[in-house]
């Protein structure tokens, strides 16, 4: 699995914008259910919180998608 590194620039990103700011669902519906059916990872765990706080160094995995947080 590569990784795909996402630079934001801010001090973090809730995961519900973040999976939409990558392209990796197309809608805030879309990736509400994948997070709350447990199909997303953040550092290697099952997240199920859309609200989630992802800062610089932070992973998400979706599938066979892995994007690092920069």
Known sequence: MQTKEIAITT????LEAFLKF???????????NLIQDSL???????CTMRGRKLR???????GETRLSVR
């Open 22 to 32: 990558t392209g990796a669902v197309s809608t805030g519906g879309e990736a509400k």
């Open 11 to 14: 001090e973090f990103i809730k």
């Open 40 to 46: 997303v990872k953040v550092n290697g765990e099952v």
């Open 56 to 62: 610089p160094g932070d992973t998400v995995e979706l």
